[in-house]
C-alpha cells in the first residue's frame, strides 16, 4: 500500500463515521446512509471497503 492509498483509505473511514452515528442515533435513514457511503466510496475510493463484510454483525448479549 503506498502512502496515497493509506491517505485515502483513512480519510475515507474519518469521513463515514460521523454519518455512521448519526445513522446508529436515528437521525439518518439507512437510504440516506447508502447514499453518502457510495459518495465517499466514490471519492477516496477505499481498497479495503471491499474486503469488509456488508452485513453488520448483532452483538447484543444473548439473552436466556
Request: hydrophobic share 35%.
Amino acid at each position: 500500500m503506498t502512502k496515497d492509498q493509506l491517505q485515502s483509505e483513512m480519510a475515507y473511514h474519518a469521513s463515514l463515521k460521523p454519518f455512521t452515528c448519526l445513522l446508529k442515533d436515528g437521525v439518518i435513514s439507512e437510504e440516506d446512509y447508502a447514499k453518502i457511503k457510495t459518495i465517499l466510496t466514490d471519492k477516496y475510493r477505499p481498497i479495503f471497503v471491499g474486503y469488509i463484510s456488508q452485513i453488520q454483525l448483532d452483538n447484543s448479549p444473548i439473552q436466556r
